[in-house]
C-alpha cells in the first residue's frame, strides 16, 4: 500500500504562485507514475499534470501548460506541483495520485490517491 498526503494549498491571489507537495510512504514510488488532479465544487475531478516514474517524461492538461510545473524526488519519495500565475478558476481541491502504469489522463488508472489539499486563488 502507498499513502499519499499532499500540502501546500491555501488561499493566495491570482497572480501568485503555490507549490503543492506529495508525500509518499508505506512503499517507495519511484517506480510509480504520478499524477495531480484537482476538483472544483460541482465538478468532476479532472487532470491536471502527470510524471513518469523516471521523471523523464511529463504531460500537462492544456489548461496549466505553461503554468505549471510537475517535479519528483524519488530520494524523497515525493512529487511536486510548482504553481504560476494562478488564475480563479485554478480554485479547487487538488489531489496526488501514484500509477502502476502510464495512463495519465484518466483516473481510473491510478492505483492509489491522497486526500487532496484545498487551492483558492481570488481575483
Known amino acids: 500500500q502507498v499513502q499519499l498526503v499532499e500540502s501546500g494549498g491555501g488561499l493566495v491571489q491570482a497572480g501568485d504562485s503555490l507549490r503543492l507537495s506529495c508525500a509518499a510512504s508505506g512503499r517507495t514510488i519511484s517506480r510509480y507514475s504520478m499524477g495531480w488532479f484537482r476538483q472544483a465544487p460541482g465538478k468532476e475531478r479532472e487532470f491536471v499534470a502527470a510524471?513518469?516514474?523516471?521523471?523523464?517524461?511529463?504531460y500537462y492538461a492544456d489548461s496549466v501548460k505553461g503554468r505549471f510545473t510537475i517535479s519528483r524526488e524519488n530520494a524523497k519519495n515525493t512529487v511536486y506541483l510548482q504553481m504560476n500565475s494562478l488564475k480563479p478558476e485554478d480554485t479547487a481541491v487538488y489531489y496526488c495520485a501514484a500509477d502502476h502504469g502510464w495512463a495519465p489522463v484518466a483516473p481510473s488508472g491510478y492505483d492509489y490517491w491522497g486526500q487532496g489539499t484545498q487551492v483558492t486563488v481570488s481575483s
Open positions: 510524471i513518469t516514474w523516471s521523471g523523464s517524461s511529463t
